[in-house]
Structure formats: structure tokens, C-alpha cells
């Protein structure tokens, strides 16, 4: 990590993304607006997303941001989970509502309404549908991207004739999350099952992914639950089997949003400021004329050249032929993380060459005229690659396996405090009750991530209670 990193990390994200142009704060308290690049940074995640799901045949729907309160009180779990997060809307055109509407904190009851209408014999199923959307919940403590009152998602859901194929569907889901978080934004993650204190509200299972960000704490970077038939039994969503008996069906939902933005920031950022994903980054090369340029027509010539055949690869690209100096072209488009910069003047002309740099390194490279398409397309794949390698070495940087005692943990807590250092991800051994869960967040901050399902290894001891290890567990401080 960069000093200022070090020094205040909440402070460096919030100066890195206001610096790169990403996003502006509303007059609604916790609510944000995003400008094109962060916008955009969420339509590439859209554009993958829909690509797998569309493969499985997900199909995208989209239901009403307004739900009715009744329909909350209908699944006991879920309308607990949500109930201190929702805002209502309690009078329209002057008139106070006969029902209180709820903003969408999700849509399990809206969806579980239509689905009871739509199902009706096995043939139906599986029913399994998609949406883009806004969601709301009031939260106390905000952070762009991260935790907004208001924010983006995407959530599924499904119906299935059994639970065989709806958890088929449960853990499929969550491959396709760790597919393209890892594969997109570069984010490595643990994929494992939450605990039961950390379910989503209503389900029966809930499995996710976790990344670690540059300060050592974690982002859950998305869920997926299978709900059994709770939603189904609530809502009445029965259908008739090859048996002619009517059934519940089992359903599903999985969702990520837009604190995927606020976790690629946060994992791969330097002192500069934004360092982007190639796959993810709205500009991914910038072109710069540099020297007395416009003395030269040909050298804007040959950037339209390149544009052009950049443009003809599918790179997203940008000539920046601005009155600004070299100096603060360079710097502008650093802090707004663009992968890799080619610089033309009238030496680099004569010599047939340009010069390149990628934003997450140190020296510029000299690159024949003659060969810079097919070097573009290498360097940024190879950026790609490389920032996921560093954030995997950081996150092992960063883990540790040794403790073995609450006292152990809160040792290790205070020793890293002291050293200006981050406490990071501790893999642990919990006996499965709520009461050592509790006290490990009373005592430490740290809370259960996930039990992984590929731990580096097994811990057989619980940190808390000394009794035999039902789980191993990852812990951690989160966002």
C-alpha cells in the first residue's frame, strides 16, 4: 500500500474516486450519482453477466420498485432481516395510502407473488428469471459504492420442482460470480457457505464470494441462497407434479451490485490514484500527441491511424489532442486508471515508433509503428493477469492461519495496530454456535466471512470455546 493508503484508506478512496470523475454525491443523504466512467464501469459488469446467465438461460424481467407492506409480513424471517433498512412511501397525490408501499429492498415477496401466478403445472419449471434494478436500504453509515442507501443490483431468482435442482442452480450461480469477478475485475475471491447468523433473511443456505481490499478488510462481492420452500409456502407457489399432486416448489435467489465497483478500487489502487482492469476500464488506451504536435499534421495523422485500428479490434479508445500539457495528460488520465498510454511526437515519427506506458508500471517501452496493434492487445491481457496475481499475493500477504485463541487473535489485533499495519483475514476453527460468533465480533470487530470450501487448511480447535471445530471459518473486519 501507498503512505496515504496506510495512513487513511476511507480517505484515499473517497480523493481516488472523486479524482477520477466516477461518481458525485446527492442531496439525498447516502445516495450517490454516478457520472459516465463509473457508470459505465457497471454496464461492463452487466454486459458479462448477461452473456452467462443468458448461456443458462436466465432471462432479464423487471418488476415494480413498490411493494406492499402485507407482503413483507407474509415471510416472517425476511421481513426481520429487512425491517430496520426500509424506507415506505405513505401518501400520494395528497392522499395518505390505505397500505404502506415499501421501496424494493429486494424482491423475493413481489417476485414470489408473480411466480405463485404463473406456475402452475411441473412443465413450468424451472422458472428462472433476472433483473436489473435499484434497490433501497436505509443505511446509517455510507460509502460510495460500497454501502449507499440507494444502489444497483442484480438479483435472480428461480423456481424448481425439487431441491436437487434448485441447489444445482444455487451453486452454479455462484461459479458464474467467481468466474467474472476473478476473470473481469481481476478480484480474487473465497467461495464458501455463510454462516447461519449471516443467511440471507428467509433462507435456508446462503453461499458467497469474499475479496480482500488493499487495507485487509473484506467485501462480500456477491450471494447466492437457496430459500427451500419458505418463499414457495408464503406465497403459495404450488404446482401441479407428473403425479397430479399439487407441490411447493423450491426457489433461489443470487445477486451482486455495484459494490463491485468500490471493491475493484479498493483492491487494486495506488498512490496515484485508480489502476483499472483492461476488461473493465471505460478507456482502456488513451492516445497523446506530445512535442510540438500541432506543428506536425502527421502526427495527428498517424494517432487517427491508430485510433482507428484500435477501434477495429473492439479497444475502447481515446485521443486526446486537448490544449493541456503532456504533463497534465499524463497525470489526468493515471488517476483515472486507463490501462496503457501511447505518446507520438516527431522523434518517435522519424524513428517509425511510439512510446508506451501501463498504468500499473514503472517504465515506458519503445514500440515499432509496424508492430503496435498486436503489442496493445498482448500488454493489455498481460496487465490483466498480472493485476490479479498482485492482489492474490497481496491477500496471502495478508492471511494469516497460525491463530488458534481468542486471546491469540486479540494479540494479534493490537500487535498490528501498533505496527501501522493491517490485521487482515484469520482462518479459524468455530464449534458452530451462535454464542462463540457473538463474542468473537463483541471482542474483536472481526466477523465470519465464510467457511471456505477450499480452506488452506483445516483448523480442528475452536478460537473460542477450545471444544472440537465443526467449521473452519475465514474472519475478518468488513465494509
Not at 411441473?122 to 433476472?130: M, Q, S, T, V
Not at 420452500?229 to 443470487?254: C, G, M, P, R, W
Not at 499524463?330 to 517509425?352: A, H, I, S, T, Y
Amino acid at each position: 500500500m501507498s503512505e496515504l493508503q496506510k495512513q487513511d484508506f476511507s480517505k484515499w478512496y473517497i480523493q481516488t474516486i472523486q479524482q477520477a470523475d466516477l461518481m458525485d454525491y446527492s442531496p439525498v443523504r447516502g445516495c450517490m450519482i454516478f457520472k459516465p466512467d463509473g457508470y459505465e464501469l457497471w454496464e461492463h459488469i452487466q454486459a458479462e453477466m448477461n452473456r452467462r446467465f443468458q448461456e443458462e438461460g436466465i432471462r432479464n424481467a423487471y418488476f415494480p420498485m413498490l411493494i406492499p407492506e402485507s407482503f413483507f409480513a407474509k415471510e416472517k424471517d425476511h421481513i426481520e432481516g429487512f425491517s430496520p433498512e426500509l424506507p415506505f412511501v405513505t401518501e400520494a397525490a395528497g392522499e395518505i395510502l390505505e397500505e404502506k408501499l415499501a421501496l424494493r429492498p429486494t424482491s423475493e415477496t413481489m417476485i414470489g407473488y408473480a411466480f405463485s401466478q404463473w406456475i402452475n403445472s411441473y412443465r413450468d419449471l424451472p422458472l428462472e428469471i433476472n433483473q436489473w434494478a435499484n434497490v433501497f436500504r436505509w443505511e446509517k453509515k455510507t460509502l460510495p459504492f460500497l454501502r449507499t442507501s440507494e444502489f444497483l443490483w442484480q438479483e435472480g431468482h428461480t423456481a424448481h420442482v425439487d431441491e436437487e435442482d434448485a441447489r444445482r442452480r444455487t451453486m452454479r450461480s455462484l461459479v458464474i460470480y467467481k468466474e467474472v469477478v476473478e476473470s473481469l475485475l481481476a478480484i480474487p475471491v473465497y467461495d464458501g457457505e455463510k454462516t447461519p447468523s449471516e443467511r440471507f433473511a428467509g433462507a435456508v443456505s446462503t453461499y458467497s464470494i469474499e475479496a480482500m481490499m488493499k487495507d485487509g478488510k473484506a467485501v462480500q462481492a456477491g450471494t447466492s441462497h437457496y430459500m427451500g420452500t419458505k418463499f414457495a409456502e408464503a406465497f403459495d407457489i404450488k404446482y401441479l407434479d407428473k403425479n397430479n399432486q399439487h407441490v411447493y416448489a423450491h426457489t433461489t435467489s443470487f445477486g451482486v451490485s455495484t459494490r463491485l465497483i468500490g471493491a475493484t478500487i479498493m483492491t487494486h489502487g495506488d498512490e496515484q490514484g485508480l489502476v483499472l482492469p483492461p476488461r473493465i476500464a471505460p478507456t482502456q488506451v488513451v492516445l497523446i500527441p506530445v512535442g510540438p504536435w500541432k506543428k506536425n499534421p502527421a502526427i495527428i495523422e498517424k494517432l487517427d491511424d491508430i485510433f482507428a485500428q484500435l477501434k477495429a479490434k473492439g479497444i475502447r479508445v481515446k485521443l486526446d489532442d486537448s490544449d493541456n500539457s503532456p504533463g497534465f495528460k499524463f497525470n489526468e488520465w493515471e488517476l483515472k486508471g486507463v490501462p496503457m498510454r501511447v505518446e507520438c511526437g516527431p522523434r518517435d515519427l522519424e524513428n517509425n515508433q511510439v512510446m508506451t506506458k501501463m498504468r500499473d508500471a514503472q517504465d515506458k517501452v519503445a514500440v515499432s509503428l509496424d508492430d503496435l496493434v498486436p503489442f496493445i492487445l498482448q500488454e493489455l491481457d498481460t496487465m490483466q493477469t498480472r493485476l490479479l496475481e498482485s492482489a492474490k499475493a497481496n491477500r496471502a500477504t495478508h492471511e494469516y492461519t497460525h491463530i488458534n485463541t481468542l486471546d491469540e487473535l486479540k494479540t494479534h489485533i493490537d500487535t498490528k495496530k501498533a505496527n501501522g499495519e493491517v490485521p487482515g483475514w484469520v482462518l479459524i476453527g468455530w464449534d458452530g454456535t451462535e454464542e462463540t460468533e457473538a463474542k468473537i465480533k463483541e471482542e474483536t470487530g472481526f466477523t465470519t466471512r465464510n467457511i471456505p470450501f477450499a480452506p488452506p487448511m483445516q483448523k480442528d480447535v475452536c478460537l473460542v470455546s477450545g471444544k472440537p471445530a465443526k467449521h473452519t471459518v475465514w474472519i475478518a473486519r468488513a465494509y
